[in-house]
């Protein structure tokens, strides 16, 4: 069965932190892996990271994906209130669904 | 930017009743699902819709839950004889097709069973 480990669970930093949210998986026939975002409802996508793509950055967001350990980080720098969230990380395996982890809550104090 | 969208926001609705989500996917998107996340826990999926049938569905997805595109834009949900564990958020989520496979999530409906 597929699956997503994220950690840790949850994070309560500083504004102006670095922060580094990790994910794990086990999944049949990968095909890529993806970030989301998620405050009060909806995912909202963030990065996507295949084998032709493993590293991707957007302003202070990076991530980074490792197939020869099966992870991914997601490095947020000089964090901000706004970062306040639940980041999610799900794998595409061998159909396109996708496999969610239980995501990190990171909270961002003034 | 285009988005996914969904309704109603919220819906409460008693045991046993039936309810109908609603999506209408991005307009060239081809592929389309339904995910649902209870309350405190992980994001699931339900069921995946392509070229107007399922493609895959989870173990979740049993015979009182259906999915039909009735006109080429909606995407509905059908829960029929609902239950309090049905009791969640449900997202309706589309990717364009299997090159460009980042979903993209509308902002979901939560269904509160009592």
């Known amino acids: 069965e597929d699956k997503v480990v994220q950690s840790p669970l949850s994070l309560v930093v500083h504004e102006g932190d670095t922060v580094t949210l990790n994910c794990s998986y086990e999944?049949?026939?990968?095909?890529?892996l993806l970030w989301y975002k998620q405050e009060k409802k909806a995912p909202t996508f963030l990065f996507m990271l295949?084998?032709?793509?493993i590293e991707k950055k957007s302003g202070r967001l990076s991530s980074i994906l490792d197939k020869k350990e099966l992870s991914s980080i997601l490095n947020i720098t000089a964090t901000q209130t706004g970062d306040s969230a639940i980041y999610l990380c799900?794998?595409?395996?061998?159909?396109?669904?996708?496999?969610f982890g239980k995501g990190t809550k990171l909270t961002v104090n003034p | 930017e285009p988005e996914v969208t969904q309704t109603p926001s919220h819906q409460v609705t008693q045991m046993g009743q039936e309810v109908i989500l609603r999506c209408v996917p991005i307009?060239?998107?081809?592929?389309f699902y339904w995910y649902r996340q209870i309350l405190g826990q992980k994001v699931e999926f339900l069921v995946s819709?392509?070229?107007?049938?399922?493609?895959?569905k989870s173990e979740i997805f049993d015979d009182q839950f259906s999915v039909e595109r009735p006109d080429g834009s909606n995407f509905t949900l059908k829960i029929r004889s609902t239950k309090l564990e049905d009791s969640a958020m449900y997202f309706c989520?589309?990717?364009?097709?299997?090159?460009?496979?980042?979903?993209?999530f509308g902002q979901g409906t939560r269904l509160t069973v009592v």
């Open positions: 799900a794998v595409e395996g061998g159909s396109e669904k996708l496999v």
């Open positions: 999944v049949t026939n990968f095909r890529s």
């Open positions: 295949t084998s032709s793509g």
């Open positions: 307009s060239n998107h081809l592929y």
């Open positions: 819709f392509y070229n107007n049938e399922i493609s895959e």
């Open positions: 989520a589309s990717i364009r097709d299997l090159m460009n496979t980042e979903a993209f």
